[in-house]
């Protein structure tokens, strides 16, 4: 039961009228939240985690931002990272599905 919210190219004030949305149905059905790439909108709609891309915020920074009892996850694209185990998993994107949707695939 997790949801990992990919933040799309919609406005800000979208994005985070759906992360609430989803946030309130995270907590009626008990599933986990991640918000991708977007620090602000995860601390905005407390988030259960955020997940970070190579040009995204460091991870240390966004420790501080975040409770430390958050998930912090890293979407690996064939890169190396330094701070790899600063990170609870790593995970990738499979190939996009027939009806649009990506999925990802935890990797450790």
């Known amino acids: 039961k997790i949801i ?7 406005s800000d004030n979208d994005n985070l009228n759906i992360a609430f ?3 309130q149905l995270c907590s009626i059905y008990e599933a986990i939240l991640i918000i991708n790439s977007r620090l602000d909108i995860a601390k905005i ?3 259960d985690g955020i997940c970070l891309k190579k040009d995204d915020i460091n991870i240390k ?3 501080n931002i975040l ?3 958050k998930f912090f996850s890293y ?3 064939n890169d190396n990272i330094e701070d790899i185990n600063e990170f609870d998993y790593i995970c990738s994107f499979d190939n996009l599905s027939d009806i649009g949707y990506k999925f990802i695939k935890l990797v450790r």
């Open 4 to 10: 990992h919210f990919y933040i799309n190219e919609l």
């Open 45 to 47: 709609v407390n988030a």
């Open 75 to 77: 979407l690996i694209d």
């Open 21 to 23: 949305k989803l946030r």
């Open 67 to 69: 409770d430390k009892d």
């Open 61 to 63: 920074y966004a420790k």
